[in-house]
């Protein structure tokens, strides 16, 4: 029997599934404080003739509901106090897992079992063993292209035109639409882009104002989809008036120096312009090639692990998944039982489905954290100081204090893991283009020059870094 500093009195029991059970008693003069405090609220609400609303004594309070009520009422704030400062004399590790708690005695001594969850273990299988040969996706010409057309695209004029419109061209319109005398998609002197294909206000609007000239007016029935989102209107045929007041033509920019210079991006040349979209691209396939083998890599150590949890801890760990899920219908105005009916699913289903959720994100953070410790991945204070300032730099976290040591403690662990993935990665990452190189290389001292020039494919192969890092908004993203 353990007594605490705070005279309560408790054993510790090792369950099974790493779970241990304190048995506490507690000691009368708590009980006697938490039953005054029962007095005080339950005689500020209940009615005693002779006396007023919350001036009954304890005695005549306790006649009046009786002793089982007020010891009832008192254990609502006894029971949390007690098992918290058992938990905490215990030096149990917290696991931010509620203890699962039972009363097993209430009188002569108030007797209480807590089921509290240990800390998850994972032993790890032999990842150095882990092969990934993942090669590095090359920057093309083609890539910088389609970045250079978007970057076009989006510095481009309309101007307007007196021909006959072209599907691309952007229309100012006044159009009455009627469906069984019913108003329908109307617009008064807006633009209307018409693109090919598109289902605004309803297919084949925008082909039939194919030909029409500024000033020009024209009518025209569509039948409206079966399957369009408005029933009322489902199936029917629409009646179209539409007048163009004008017609535009998209004018895409020169690509100039010039143009180059106005993106405000210290751009002095369209070649600067390329080599910067570049660079961009080469560190977008380096952040994703690490990202693939971090997944893999974690979903390998999750395969060969062993693993030791308390169930206690995946219960909680569903039920936030859960609220995330209750939350992000709810920022789209769905109600969860009608999403729950919309998919065919019910409650229990819903339920088993965020533990195996649970379970798995438990599983896949516990093998990198035991991943951390067994390779001892380290982090610097200077380290943990320049992920904050870079953190800071984004929208995300510009107005929010990371300077304390609750945030400093979190974007350690976020390096730390960083690190550890990192360090396997290592060993494990043998792309196909490094090792083709390799060969070739070695070959090359055993042959003459002229021979040694015969596969040149070889030397466009890039070689992948091992130690590709990951941008900070990987690690917030992690965190």
Request: no cysteine; hydrophobic share 40%; charged share 35%.
């Given at each position: 029997m353990v007594v605490s500093e705070n005279a309560l009195k408790f054993t510790r029991d090792e369950g099974e599934d790493r779970q241990a059970i304190l048995h506490i008693e507690v000691e009368e003069d708590r009980v006697e404080k938490h039953l005054q405090r029962a007095h005080q609220k339950v005689a500020a609400r209940i009615n005693i003739p002779g006396f007023r609303k919350g001036k009954a004594p304890r005695n005549i309070v306790e006649q009046f509901v009786g002793r089982d009520y007020l010891l009832e009422e008192a254990m609502e704030t006894l029971v949390p106090e007690a098992v918290g400062v058992a938990v905490e004399e215990s030096d149990i590790p917290s696991t931010h897992t509620p203890p699962r708690v039972e009363v097993t005695e209430r009188d002569p001594i108030v007797k209480i079992d807590a089921t509290v969850a240990l800390p998850p273990v994972a032993t790890l299988g032999d990842y150095k063993k882990l092969k990934f040969d993942d090669e590095l996706e090359v920057v093309t010409d083609e890539q910088i292209e389609e970045q250079i057309a978007q970057i076009?695209?989006?510095?481009?004029?309309?101007?307007?035109?007196?021909?006959?419109?072209?599907?691309?061209?952007?229309?100012?319109?006044?159009s009455k639409g009627l469906v069984e005398g019913k108003e329908f998609a109307n617009v008064e002197g807006g633009e209307f882009l018409a693109e090919a294909g598109s289902m605004n206000p309803v297919p084949g609007f925008a082909e039939q104002l194919k030909g029409m000239k500024e000033g020009g007016s024209k009518e025209f029935d569509i039948e409206i989809p079966a399957d369009y989102p408005n029933e009322e209107f489902a199936g029917k045929t629409a009646n179209f008036n539409v007048e163009v007041a004008e017609v535009k033509k998209k004018e895409l920019p020169k690509l100039t120096d010039a143009l180059a210079a106005s993106l405000g991006e210290d751009f002095k040349t369209v070649a600067e312009l390329r080599t910067r979209i570049?660079?961009?691209?080469?560190?977008?396939?380096?952040?994703?090639?690490?990202?693939?083998?971090?997944?893999?890599?974690?979903?390998?150590?999750?395969?060969?692990?062993?693993?030791?949890v308390s169930p206690m801890m995946i219960e909680h760990e569903a039920e936030h998944v859960l609220e995330d899920q209750q939350r992000q219908l709810a920022q789209y105005n769905i109600d969860f039982q009608q999403y729950m009916q919309g998919i065919g699913k019910t409650t229990e289903d819903i339920v088993a489905e965020a533990k195996d959720s649970a379970e798995l994100r438990l599983k896949r953070m516990l093998v990198i954290d035991t991943l951390a410790e067994d390779t001892g991945a380290s982090v610097s204070d200077e380290e943990v100081a320049a992920e904050i300032a870079l953190m800071q730099e984004t929208p995300q976290y510009a107005n929010e204090n990371l300077d304390t040591d609750e945030a400093r403690d979190a974007v350690q662990r976020i390096l730390r893991r960083r690190t550890a993935i990192d360090s396997v990665i290592d060993v494990t990452h043998k792309p196909k283009a490094a090792k083709a190189k390799a060969k070739k290389s070695t070959t090359a001292k055993k042959k003459p020059a002229a021979k040694a020039k015969a596969k040149p494919a070889a030397k466009k192969k890039p070689a992948s870094s091992a130690k590709a890092k990951s941008s900070s908004k990987d690690a917030k993203s992690k965190k």
């Open positions: 076009q695209e989006s510095q481009a004029t309309w101007d307007p035109v007196k021909r006959a419109a072209k599907l691309g061209d952007l229309l100012v319109i006044t570049s660079d961009n691209l080469e560190a977008q396939a380096k952040d994703g090639l690490r990202r693939s083998l971090e997944e893999k890599i974690v979903d390998a150590l999750v395969e060969g692990a062993e693993f030791e």
